[in-house]
Every structure is written in C-alpha cells, then in structure tokens.
T-cell receptor, first 115, second 115 residues
Framework: NAGVTQTPKFQVLKTGQSMTLQCAQD?????MSWYRQDPGMGLRLIHY???????DQGEVPNGYNVSRSTTEDFPLRLLSAAPSQTSVYFC??????????????FGPGTRLTVL | AQKITQTQPGMFVQEKEAVTLDCTYD???????LFWYKQPSSGEMIFLIY??????QNATEGRYSLNFQKARKSANLVISASQLGDSAMYFC????????????FGTGTSLTVIP
C-alpha cells in the first residue's frame, strides 16, 4: 500500500515551459487535491476533485489545469511556467465518508523551481 | 478575512514540558472540522488530530490534545511531554460543513524543542 505518490520529487523549468506533476493514490479515495506551499503562506488549495470526471477550482487556480480520468490519478499541468509558480506542490487524497471526519493523506511533495 | 489564523510564527519549549500552539478560525457554518498537521524538516505532512464542531469533548490522540473553545473560535493544539522529535512546523486547518470540499490552512507555527 503506497498511499499517495508524487513524481517528480524535484523539477527545474525555464519560464514558458510546460510540464505535468503526477499524483496517484491506491486507497480508492474519491477526493483528491493539489496544494502549493510557499514560505510564510501555509498551504493553498489549487484544484480539487471529488471523483473521476469532476474537478473544481480552489483558492489559487490560475496557471494550472487538472483532469481526473480515473479514481487513482490526478495530474496537475502547468501550461506555461512562470517564476511565481516556484513552490512546493503537495497532492492529497481523502475518503468521503460524509460525516466530516475524513482527513487528507498527503504525498511527499514536488519541489518546483521556475527560472 | 483569513479563515485560519496562527499567530505564533515560532515557539520554543524545553524537552518534557508541555506547549500550546494557538489557532483561531473564522466560519459562519455550524458544522465544520478542525485538523492539525505536523510537517517535519523532511517535508511530509502528517495528520495529528481532528475535532468536529459538534464534538462536546476535546479530542485527544496520545500526547496531542485539542483545546476546543467554540465561543472563542479557537482550536489550540497542546503537546504534552515534548520530545526532540516534536520539532517541526505545525499547521491548523479547517473544513467547512460536514461535506465541504475545501480545506483552509493557517500559515503554521515552527516549534523547536530544546534539550
């Protein structure tokens, strides 16, 4: 049982390049999310999904796209990277028992630098 | 307005002493969940404790307890008998509504345990 996995662990991009951050979970969780963590800012929600085919925007969605074709995978796409997207990105997943007690399980993070 | 406020950027505690990390929240929902996560220097996010808005008793998990004061909208984390391994960033988070899909995180408190 691997939990939540993210690849790559580190990435350096040049401004304007595109890339996809991968996230997968093996817990059959309905809910998956992407956060970015910047110094002094805590974690901010980028996009989330409550099931295959369903995605929605979080607090800071601009510059990022997501899709959810399977329960297991939730990739995050940067279409044209900017230095402001330099951050640590976390993917998380959560079951939806419906009583509010579910907590998110986080992946190990991807450290992205945009030059 | 900030949904979650953590006013202590850094805290120090002597080994074996107890420490309280402050968290206040802002919501107009009657149903919500409050969470604490630990982030060691290795970077992973570790779930510590959960408190539901309708829970009458304060949540406890081993050496962690949550001092929940609903009228004050505070959800402070108490760590008893601090250990060197408790040195980490600690984040308070809230999920609004029993089926809310967005988590809001505070900016974190850096705890250092002194031998």
């Amino acid at each position: 049982n691997a939990g939540v996995t993210q690849t790559p662990k580190f990435q350096v991009l040049k401004t304007g390049q595109s890339m996809t951050l991968q996230c997968a979970q093996d817990m059959n969780h309905e809910y998956m999310s992407w956060y970015r963590q910047d110094p002094g800012m805590g974690l901010r929600l980028i996009h989330y999904s409550v099931g295959a085919g369903i995605t929605d925007q979080g607090e800071v969605p601009n510059g990022y796209n997501v899709s959810r074709s399977t329960t297991e995978d939730f990739p995050l796409r940067l279409l044209s990277a900017a230095p402001s997207q330099t951050s640590v990105y976390f993917c998380a997943s959560m079951g939806l028992a419906g009583d509010g007690t579910d907590t998110q399980y986080f992946g190990p993070g991807t450290r992205l630098t945009v030059l | 307005a900030q949904k979650i406020t953590q006013t202590q950027p850094g805290m120090f505690v002597q080994e074996k002493e107890a420490v309280t990390l402050d968290c206040t929240y802002d919501t107009s929902d009657q149903s919500y969940g409050l969470f604490w996560y630990k982030q060691p220097s290795s970077g992973e996010m570790i779930f510590l404790i959960y408190q539901g808005s309708y829970d009458e008793q304060n949540a406890t998990e081993g050496r962690y307890s949550l001092n929940f004061q609903k009228a004050r909208k505070s959800a402070n984390l108490v760590i008893s008998a601090s250990q060197l391994g408790d040195s980490a960033m600690y984040f308070c988070a809230m999920r609004e509504g029993s089926t809310g899909n967005q988590f809001y995180f505070g900016t974190g408190t850096s705890l250092t345990v002194i031998p």
